[in-house]
């Protein structure tokens, strides 16, 4: 296994409805508890790069001002931007500039605060993540999208309404364990059963997918921050390597998406090139954090990351593989559906989950045994993007 | 006619396959072929991926496909609350020739199933705004 990139400090906010702050003092939640963890000092950071979604922040180019913020000047910053995928392409390009020997520590700070502007604002501004060309004039919106996905999906591999449900469930079931999470309810059946007026999950959004298959929008920052070897070993008791990376994007047109019942191509094709570069396969990993928005897209996951073969994902939720304790404990931090989607924070927190596990740190959420090997799946738009990221310790 | 025009309400103002629209009125559904390497795309593009040409010309996609998915939106995005709830979906026609659009508003959501053979046929709104369907073959 190549130790060329860690990850000496990992830090997140809470995500919330609604903070109480603006986007500078956002980011110096995660900022601060990274530095904290890492143990370093601001001058010992060489460069850093800013990732979220643009379509949320009021700023102008962010990086500048929240480098200012953060006391991260006069070195240089700079942004990146591939939507709810943002800050899994901000680790990619700090492990390459540390890679090619330009810096020795980066900072990779994802933010989003998705309460900037009002949930009608979002729904349009989001939609505008698709092709606004040729498919919002039809009035798409994100759930339809992964529910063109379900609908194929599920009338090819005999996918249930009740196993999209179990994956909210085993989702809530950790939710309530993330202090981070917006959403630390419990889920019960009895939440999707339209007979009980109570039931605030079985409406219908986009058919096949209902309320309780959506993730919530939230405000959140999460901070990763990469050393090389060198300052890895020196400042780190525990450092956690990054072993492979992989990415891949798809045309942004439903019209020219090669199979739906197949799921995402980019989560098999970030997938594989991860795996050959850490030269695991998908039976090493003990521990992954998956891109949930949807309870489909974690299914689809589970396809695509070899965790089950094609068209037999929903065994894994059916047989409670995916729990802590089963054979690969899968988005035991709540995942997006429990946690929250702060577009740019999204895949910095994912990768603060599998760094606490690989250090043995992930508290209530500890998965058994000691992982070795963890694995973080995150997707930017409909399939638009696709990042995988391979971690050992 | 400007690609404002286009759906049942436009983001894109001015685009080189513009005419697309005019075909719309014309009662056609077209995409474009390169006529250097012969590579068809729908939705119509004035530039070739394949070989970098930008010599294009239009042609009628095909009436006979299948329904490959669908949704049914029952909430929707700002301007088009209205319509709700409606169904799309993505239309194979073989050829490499997939489409993404509205089903016809006469097909019953639960009529609606992965598979079935449809048709697709151009759509003018009442406002003058020019679109296209996926119809029951
Ligand atoms: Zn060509």
Partial sequence: MAKEVAVIGVGQSSFVRGYEGSIRELAFEAFREAMQDAGIAKKDVDASIFCSAPEYDKQRSPAGVLAEYLGLIPQPTFYIETVCSSSSSGVKVGYSMIKAGLHDVVVVLGFQKMSEITSAESQERMGRGADIQWEAPFGTMMPAYYALYAQAYMAKNGLTHDDLMNVRVKSGTYGQTNERAVFRKGVKPSDFDPNNPDARMAAAVAWPLRVGDACANADGSSCIILANAEKAKAFSKKPVWITGIGAASEAVNMAARPDFAKGLSVGYGAAKQAYNMAGITAKDVKVAEVHDCFTIAEIMAYEGLGFAPMGDGKQLIREKATYKEGRIPVNVDGGLLSKGHPIGATGGSQMRTIVLQLRGEAGPMQVPGDPDIGLVHNVGGVGLYGSVTIFGR | ?137
């Fill in chain 2, 1 to 137: 006619m400007g690609f404002d025009k286009f759906g049942r309400k436009s983001f894109t103002g001015v685009t080189k396959t513009a005419k697309f629209v005019d075909l719309l009125a014309e009662g056609k559904i077209e995409g474009t072929v390169c006529k250097q390497c012969g590579a068809k795309y729908f939705p119509p593009r004035s530039d070739c991926a394949a070989c970098l040409s930008k010599d294009m010309e239009w042609f009628e996609m095909p009436k006979k496909g299948t329904l490959e998915t669908f949704t049914i939106a029952y909430y929707a995005p700002f301007g088009f609350e209205k319509d709700c709830p409606y169904t799309m979906g993505v239309a194979d026609f073989s050829d490499n020739l997939k489409l993404f659009a509205r089903l016809a508003g006469d097909i019953k959501p639960e009529d609606v199933k992965v598979g079935m053979d449809v048709s697709i046929r151009p759509l003018k709104y009442d406002d003058g705004q020019m679109s296209f369907e996926i119809t029951k073959a």
